[in-house]
Nanobody
Framework: QVQLVESGGGLAQAGGSLRLSCAVS????????MAWYRQAPGSQRDLVAR???????NYADSVKGRFTISRDNAKNTVYLEMNSLKSEDTAVYYC?????????????WGQGTQVTVSS
C-alpha cells in the first residue's frame, strides 16, 4: 500500500517562508514525477510545481522565483520551499506522485496539508 505522507504546512505571515515535505512510504514505488498541487476554497486544484526523476522542474507562473521544488530520490521524498509568501498562497497543498509504464500511469495523492498566509 503506497502512501504519500505530507508535513510542514501551517500558518505563516506574508513575506515569510514554509517548507513542505512529502515522503513515499509503504512500497518500493519509485515515481517518475513528483509534484505539488494546491486548492483554495471554491477553486480547482492547480499545479504548483513538478519535478521529474532527472531533476527537471516546472512551476506555475504565480510561484516562479518564490517557490523551489526538489526531491531526494534515495529517500523517495519531495520538498517545496516556499518563500516570500503571499495571502493568495493560502490553500490546501497536495503531494502527487506518478510512474508511467507500458500499461499506463500509476498515480498517488497525499491527504493534503493546509497552508495559511496572514497579511
Amino acid at each position: 500500500q503506497v502512501q504519500l505522507v505530507e508535513s510542514g504546512g501551517g500558518l505563516a505571515q506574508a513575506g515569510g517562508s514554509l517548507r513542505l515535505s512529502c515522503a513515499v512510504s509503504g512500497s518500493t514505488f519509485s515515481p517518475d514525477a513528483m509534484a505539488w498541487y494546491r486548492q483554495a476554497p471554491g477553486s480547482q486544484r492547480d499545479l504548483v510545481a513538478r519535478v521529474d526523476d532527472g531533476g527537471s522542474t516546472n512551476y506555475a507562473d504565480s510561484v516562479k522565483g518564490r517557490f523551489t521544488i526538489s526531491r531526494d530520490n534515495a529517500k523517495n521524498t519531495v520538498y517545496l520551499e516556499m518563500n516570500s509568501l503571499k495571502s493568495e498562497d493560502t490553500a490546501v497543498y497536495y503531494c502527487y506522485a506518478a510512474r508511467v509504464s507500458w500499461s499506463g500511469a500509476t498515480e498517488y495523492w497525499g491527504q493534503g496539508t493546509q497552508v495559511t498566509v496572514s497579511s
